[in-house]
C-alpha cells in the first residue's frame, strides 16, 4: 500500500511525557482513518513527502501506528464542511512537532505526504568514472585539470574523471541526472578540449609499458527506511542483506554483462576492482563495485543496466519483506563479518534461500572463475539461461523494456557490440540514436 496522507501537528503528542510512550517514534492515526488506508493490521509504516528524490532520501521516517488522541479527531472532525472534507479527514494522521519537522517544510499541517507499510521505491545512484584522452591519445590524468577537483557532479578521482549524479528512484530520471551533467555542467568546460571515453578498462595504446587503467562503473543501492531501521540493532542482518544482495547481483547481472565488457579488459580491470566480492557500505546503502564503466558509453545501455539492477533489488527487498525481514531466509546462522563469503571454498551459499529463490544458484567456485577469470562462453543457451532467471524476477513485468534490452545487447555480435563506441561526447551529448 502506499497512498497519500495528509499529516499534522498534535500539541497532546508534544505534551505527553510518559516515559513508556515515546511519541516521537509513533505516528497516530484513528480508527476510521486506519481501515480507510488499509492499515488495521499494520504496526509500522513509512512516510516521506512527495517532492524530490533527495527528501525521500534524506526525510523519510518509519514510525509505529497507535490510536489518535479523541481530542485531536474531535478537533479535526468539527473542521469537516468548512476546510476539511469527509475524504480528508479519514486520510490524517498525527505526529510531534519536531517530527513533523523532520518530513515536512509547511508549518503544522501537509497534504503532500506518502505513506507506505511496505517497501517501496528502491532509490538508485552511482558514481561512474571514465577516462579523458588527449589528441594525441594518451590518457590524461583527470586530477590534473585545472579547475577541476573532487568535489561536485563532475570532478575526478585520481587519474579518472567521475560523474556523481542526483540519486532517483526512475532509472529515466537518474539517466536524465547523467545527461544533464554530461551537457550542462559549467565543469565540462574545463575538459572539452579532451575525449571522454567510457570502458571498463583503458590500456594506454602508445606507452611501451602499457600502463592499464581500470575503470569503475559504481552503482549506488538505498535501503528503504523499512529495512534501514532494522539494521540499527543487528549488524549481521546489515551484513546478511548487503552481502547476498551482492552475489545476487553479481549473478544475474554482471556476469551478462561481462559479454560486453569483453575478456581482455575485464579480467586484468578485475585482478584489482569488482571482483567477486569487491563491495562497500555507506550511510546504510551499498556500493556495487563489480560492473566496470563501460555502461557509461551509450545512455541506453546505461538504461538497460541500471533498470535490471533495479528489477534484480526491487525483487530481492519484496522476498525480504515477505518473509518478514527473517535473518534465517538470508543467513542460516553465520556472521557475516567474520565469514569469508566471497572465497572459492565457500559452501554457504547452498544454504541461503533467498538467493536460490531468485534463480542465483552458481557456488562461490563457480562465481570466482567466471567473474574474475572470465571462464565463460556466452553461447546462445547461456543466454537465454541468464535471460530465463531474470524473466522469472517478480519485478519483471514492471521492468520488462531494461531486461529484454540488456538481453539484446548481450546477444549481439562482437562488432556490432564495438559499433556501439566508447565516446561519451558523441553518445551523450550530440546523441547518437539507439543501439538496438
Known amino acids: 500500500m502506499k497512498q497519500k496522507l495528509i499529516l499534522s501537528v498534535s500539541k497532546r503528542m508534544d505534551k505527553n511525557k510518559k516515559e513508556d510512550r515515546r511519541e516521537a517514534s509513533l505516528i497516530r492515526i484513528g480508527s476510521k482513518a486506519r481501515t480507510n488506508l488499509g492499515l488495521d493490521r499494520e504496526k509500522t509504516v513509512e512516510l516521506w513527502p512527495s517532492t524530490s528524490t533527495a527528501d525521500r532520501i534524506t526525510k523519510s521516517k518509519v514510525l509505529t501506528i497507535f490510536m489518535a488522541y479523541e481530542e485531536d479527531l474531535k478537533e479535526l472532525k468539527s473542521r469537516i464542511g468548512n476546510d476539511l472534507t469527509e475524504d480528508q479527514f479519514l486520510r490524517t494522521g498525527f505526529v510531534t512537532k519536531d517530527v513533523f519537522?523532520?518530513?515536512c517544510s509547511t508549518k503544522n499541517e501537509a497534504n503532500d505526504i506518502w505513506i507506505s507499510d511496505n517497501i517501496?521505491?528502491?532509490?538508485?545512484?552511482?558514481?561512474?568514472e571514465f577516462i579523458?584522452?588527449?589528441?594525441?591519445?594518451?590518457?590524461?590524468?583527470?586530477?590534473?585539470?585545472?579547475?577541476f577537483d573532487s568535489q561536485g557532479q563532475l570532478g575526478s578521482d585520481g587519474p579518472l574523471a567521475e560523474l556523481r549524479p542526483d540519486p532517483a528512484v526512475e532509472v529515466e530520471e537518474f539517466v536524465g541526472n547523467m545527461i544533464n551533467i554530461f551537457?550542462?555542467?559549467?565543469?565540462?568546460?574545463?575538459?572539452?578540449?579532451?575525449?571522454?571515453?567510457?570502458?571498463c578498462c583503458w590500456v594506454t595504446p602508445h606507452n611501451t609499458n602499457r600502463i592499464k587503467w581500470p575503470i569503475g562503473g559504481h552503482i549506488h543501492i538505498g535501503t528503504p527506511s523499512i529495512i534501514a531501521k532494522k539494521f540499527r540493532n543487528d549488524e549481521n542482518f546489515k551484513y546478511s542483506v548487503f552481502v547476498t544482495m551482492m552475489k545476487i547481483v553479481d549473478e544475474l547481472l554482471a556476469i551478462p554483462f561481462m559479454k560486453i565488457e569483453k575478456k581482455k579488459y575485464s579480467v586484468p580491470r578485475r585482478e584489482h576492482y569488482g571482483y567477486f566480492g569487491d563491495y562497500r557500505t555507506d550511510r546504510d546503502r551499498l556500493e556495487y563495485r563489480t560492473l566496470s564503466g563501460a555502461w557509461l558509453a551509450h545512455p541506453q545501455l546505461a538504461t538497460f543496466v541500471l533498470g535490471t539492477?533495479?528489477?534484480?533489488?526491487?525483487?530481492?527487498?519484496?522476498l525480504l519483506e515477505d518473509h518478514n525481514f527473517n535473518i534465517k531466509y538470508i543467513n542460516e546462522g553465520y556472521d557475516v563479518r567474520r565469514t569469508d563469503m566471497f572465497h572459492g571454498n565457500c559452501k554457504l551459499w547452498e544454504t541461503v534461500e533467498i538467493a536460490k529463490d531468485m534463480g542465483a544458484r552458481r557456488s562461490a567456485a563457480e562465481m570466482v572463475a567466471i567473474l574474475n577469470r572470465y571462464e565463460i562462453d556466452y553461447t546462445k543457451q547461456t543466454i537465454n539461461i541468464m535471460h530465463k532467471a531474470l524473466k522469472a524476477l517478480s519485478t519483471y513485468n514492471k521492468y520488462s523494456k531494461y531486461i529484454d534490452g540488456l538481453i539484446e545487447v548481450v546477444s549481439m555480435s562482437d562488432k556490432d557490440l564495438k559499433g556501439i563506441g566508447h565516446n561519451i561526447k558523441e553518445n551523450w551529448v550530440d546523441g547518437a540514436g539507439s543501439i538496438i
Open 309 to 318: 539492477a533495479k528489477a534484480i533489488i526491487d525483487a530481492y527487498f519484496k
Open 101 to 103: 519537522n523532520a518530513i
Open 120 to 128: 517501496d521505491d528502491t532509490v538508485i545512484g552511482g558514481d561512474p
Open 183 to 199: 551537457s550542462k555542467h559549467p565543469r565540462t568546460r574545463y575538459i572539452k578540449d579532451y575525449e571522454w571515453m567510457a570502458g
Open 132 to 147: 579523458l584522452l588527449s589528441d594525441d591519445g594518451e590518457v590524461k590524468y583527470a586530477g590534473d585539470v585545472s579547475g
